[in-house]
Each structure stands twice: as structure tokens, then as C-alpha cells.
């Protein structure tokens, strides 16, 4: 599942934001420097006597940059080091699908520039005193393969190939290596910690990359599976099974981190059991104060079992049944709008005044009192001069993913969202976040504030090196739009 939706477009805009906010001194580079002059010698001998002590810790840090805007290009990355020494890879953080991985250095047209001019990194298992292979015979590998007819004996490679709902794909082989994380230590403080963690090699470019914009180093699932990196971790003592994410729609980045979130309290709900995914039941939807007439059937129509949650998906999506009456009914506040469908993904329309005071909320119910409010500005976003909506038809999908009821970052977006796969529950609030969280130390008991992030990452010359490949595009009246699910 997951990943993302791009839109090309924008580019130059994006690159003026950023821009302005490097000029104005604006938060966005500035949370970073609390990783800087770490006294290292100390920060390793106290993970040392943690894992010593194989303690459950009070949670991990994961610093994110990025963004779920779909009038970027949208998506949320994490940086993560693997190996020893430790080298930088960017991923990014996918709670749709389950495995890790990194392009691998047999990768001959990976990218060595990518999403906003990050700086790439191809893995070599054999430049890492820690790294080594995965084989057919160990436990991991066996559960991977168990269903699948593949034939691999005890002592080859472990191979994997992990496809995305838009066709796109990794494979390659499976490696084991030491990770490192920022592992929470105090109050808005962390220090530096490792774990043991399989994840796959890619052997090729994983997409038909149509420009290096979007390239990252790999993709970080936080998917349910065991094979996630969070369930290894878990599993090996290290981490709680719990993490939250705080994607921040307006300044980028946000919080991500992995344990046991005390505060801010948040309504839970039941997880669907037996889903690959994080699916709930939704139960109501109001637009403004009109709740639509859906019965519970339509909520469930074809095989849907729940909505899915997907934080690496950029818009959110509804079988027609559910789509139809939720945009007619949005679309009712404002009779005189004139609708300009382009290429028939998107509807659009000429629209000047504030999009918050001239459309209505709409508010998502779940099991359990659980509700979810997305505004008007979360769910239009501008492009190319027009207002366009960020809801769409799943009926118009292909395959599994037809009738499918989707929920990604338009409507994840500047909310805490909260994933317990110990009870199987999920819940949000909203949440400002660019602010912090606190984490509780389940051996000490202890709380932790853990902040916000924005990873600084920017580079406008890649943005004005492709705008020419933009504007002819544009220019050709193309507009790419993709969704790896
Ligand atoms: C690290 O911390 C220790 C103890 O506080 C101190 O003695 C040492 O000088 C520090 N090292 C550096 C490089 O700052
Ligand atoms: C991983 O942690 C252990 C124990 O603290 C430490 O000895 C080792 O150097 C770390 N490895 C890397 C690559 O940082
Ligand atoms: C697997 O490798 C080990 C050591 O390299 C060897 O002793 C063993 O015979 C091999 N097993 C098979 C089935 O090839
Ligand atoms: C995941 O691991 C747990 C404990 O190790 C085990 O009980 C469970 O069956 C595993 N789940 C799957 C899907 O293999
Ligand atoms: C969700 O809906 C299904 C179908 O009505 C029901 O069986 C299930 O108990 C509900 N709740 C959860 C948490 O799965
Ligand atoms: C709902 O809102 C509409 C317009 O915003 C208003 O005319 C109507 O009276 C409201 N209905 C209720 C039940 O509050
Ligand atoms: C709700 O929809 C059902 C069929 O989909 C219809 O029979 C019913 O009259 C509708 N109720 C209202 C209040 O519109
Ligand atoms: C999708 O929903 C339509 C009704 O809106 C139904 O006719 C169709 O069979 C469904 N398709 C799948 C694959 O569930
Ligand atoms: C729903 O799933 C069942 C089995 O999982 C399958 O036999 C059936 O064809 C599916 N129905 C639709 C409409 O996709
Ligand atoms: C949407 O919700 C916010 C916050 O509750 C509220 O201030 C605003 O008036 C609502 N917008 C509309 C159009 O009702
Ligand atoms: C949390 O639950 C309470 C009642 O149990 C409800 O009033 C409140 O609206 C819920 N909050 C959210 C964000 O779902
Ligand atoms: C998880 O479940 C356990 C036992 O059912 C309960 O004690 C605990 O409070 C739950 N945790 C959360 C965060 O709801």
C-alpha cells in the first residue's frame, strides 16, 4: 500500500516558500542544529548500557522532512543511518506497506540527486563491518516466503520484490544490518542507539523515474506486518510497539516517533483484525451540519472492509456511492461555481475568496465516538489558477483498489495520529504540529517531551533544473498524477 501522489507542478513556488522562510529565519532549518555538538563518546556508552540492560525505552525520535501538500510534489520522508560506520539514507515513511528498503549499489540508474535535491546514498553491504546477507534458511526469510510458491533453499539469498498499488516496485535481496536511531533520553534531548534490523536491497530503480525530483533513497514501512522495522525492533526489546505521527501540512515535516504517547490524549478505535492495513469502520459522514444519507451497506460496498489508513498516500479516496453525494454536497454551498474537470482526476473550479469560510467542514465518523474534521483548506488545494478537490473516486480505480475507501495525508495532516499494534487500536486529535509531544518511559515511568522536525534538505537549484522539464509538460497540457497504493 501507500507512498504517494505527485503532482508536478508547483515546483517554483514551493522553491519560493522555502526560500522565504530561509531568509526569514522560520523555524524550518533551525530545529536540526539540536543534533549538532552531541557529546558522541557519552551518548555511546549510555546505549550501550541500555541495550545492556535490553530496557524498553521511553521511544525513538524519528526526525521527518517533507510534505503531504498535493500542490508540492507530496511526500514525507525520515532520515535513518544504517550500517557500520553509519551512512545517511532518506526514506520515506510509509505506514501502507510493511518492509524497509534501500537501493543497493548494483543499482546503475539510481539517482545520486533526488526529492529536493537530497543528497542519495546506494547501501554496499560490503563496505559495513555489521552488514551481511540474508539467507533462505533464517526465520525471517521463511515467514516472508511462507504462501508464496518460491523455491529458494537453505543457503541462497533471500529475495523479495515489494509491489505498490500504481505498479511501481522494489526487488532485490534481503540484508541484515545495524540501524541507528535517536532514541529519546530527555526532555526534547536524544542520543544515538542501534538495532539489528532486516530490510531489502534494492537491486534497481524502483520506479520509472521520470525525473529525479521525487527519488529517495528507499521507503520506510510502518506497516502491521512483522517484517516492518518497528516489529523488529519491538520484538527484539528495543522499542514499544506504539508510534504516532503529527504530519505537518503548512510548514512541512513534523513529529514521528515511536512509544507510548501520553499526551495529548487521544480517542482510540479498534483496528479491522485481519487486514493487511490499518482499516476502520466509518460510520457517518457530515458535511457541515447535513449528515449524508449512507447506509452502513454502502460504507461496505463490494469487499471494503474499513477505511484505510495511509500515511503514504497523498489524497483520500471513496467508492462513488460514498464520493458522489460527499462532493455534490460540498459543491451545493457555492451553486454558482463553474467546474473545469481536468483530465478527468480532478475536479476544478474558478474560486477567489477564503476557501475556509466559503466551503463546509467535514467531519468522518468511526466505531467508538471517533471523529475526524478536515477542512475546506486540507481538502482543495490550488492548481494552476484553479481550486481543485482533494476527494476522489475510487470507482474509477482499477483492480483491488476499485471501490476502495482510502484515507491519506489530505485528511492526516495536522492531526496526531496514534497506531497501538499491542491492543490494535488507532485514534487521532488535532494537533499543532509544530509543537511536541510527550512520550512515557514504561520502565521508569518518566515523560519526554519529543518535538517537531523539519529536515532541512533544500536545494532550488534541482527545482530550476527541472522546471523545464515542467513547463513543457505544462506547456503539452500534462499533468502527472500518480498514486502508488
Ligand atoms: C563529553 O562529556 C564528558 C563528561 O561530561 C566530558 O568530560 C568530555 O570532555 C566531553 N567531550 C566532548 C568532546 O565534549
Ligand atoms: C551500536 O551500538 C553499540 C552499543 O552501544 C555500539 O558499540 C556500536 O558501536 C554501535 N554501532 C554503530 C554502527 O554505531
Ligand atoms: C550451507 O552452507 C554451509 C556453510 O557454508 C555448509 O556447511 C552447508 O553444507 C550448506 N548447505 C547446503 C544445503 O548447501
Ligand atoms: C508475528 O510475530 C509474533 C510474535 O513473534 C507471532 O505471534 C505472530 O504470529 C507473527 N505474525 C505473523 C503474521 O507472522
Ligand atoms: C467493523 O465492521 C465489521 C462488519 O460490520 C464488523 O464485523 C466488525 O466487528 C466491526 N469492527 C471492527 C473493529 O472490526
Ligand atoms: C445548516 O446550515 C444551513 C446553512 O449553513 C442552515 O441554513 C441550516 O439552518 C442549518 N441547519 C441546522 C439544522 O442547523
Ligand atoms: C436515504 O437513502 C435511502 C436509499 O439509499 C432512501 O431510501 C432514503 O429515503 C434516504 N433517506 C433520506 C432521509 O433521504
Ligand atoms: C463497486 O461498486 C459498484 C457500485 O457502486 C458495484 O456495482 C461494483 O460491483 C463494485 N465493484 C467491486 C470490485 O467491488
Ligand atoms: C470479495 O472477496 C471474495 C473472497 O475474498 C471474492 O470471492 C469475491 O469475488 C470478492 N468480491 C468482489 C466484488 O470483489
Ligand atoms: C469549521 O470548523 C471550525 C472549527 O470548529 C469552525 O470555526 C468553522 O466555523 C467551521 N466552518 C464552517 C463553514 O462551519
Ligand atoms: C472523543 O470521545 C468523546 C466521547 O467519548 C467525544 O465527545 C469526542 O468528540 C471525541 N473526540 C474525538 C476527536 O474524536
Ligand atoms: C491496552 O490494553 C491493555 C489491556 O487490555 C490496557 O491495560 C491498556 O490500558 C491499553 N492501552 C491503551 C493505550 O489503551
Redesign the pocket.
Known sequence: MGRILYVYAMILLNCLIWTSSIVHGGGVFEVSSKFGGRNRSLDALKAHDSIRHLQILAGVDLPIGGTGRPDAVGLYYAKVGIGTPAKDYYVQVDTGSDIMWVNCISCQQCPTRGYHGLELTQYNVKDSLTGKLVSCGQEFCKEIMRGSSSDCTVNETCLYTEIYGDGTFSMGYFVEDFVQYDRVSGDLQTESANGSVIFGCGAGPSADLVSADDALDGVLGFGKENSSMISQLASAGRVKNMFAHCLDGVNGGGIFAIGNVVQPKV?MTALVPNQPHYNVNMTAIEVGNATLNITQELFRIGNNSGAIIDSGTTLAYFPQAIYDPLVITILSSQPNLKLQPIHDDYTCFDYSGSVDEGFPNVTFHFEN???LKVYPRDYLFPFDGLMCVGWQNSGLLSGDKKNITLLGDLVLSNKLVLYDLENQTIGW?EYNCSSSIKLKDEITGSVHLVGAHSLPSYSCRSAEKSLTFLLLMLLHGFLIVRWLL
Open positions: 480517542n465516538s471517533l471523529s486529535t
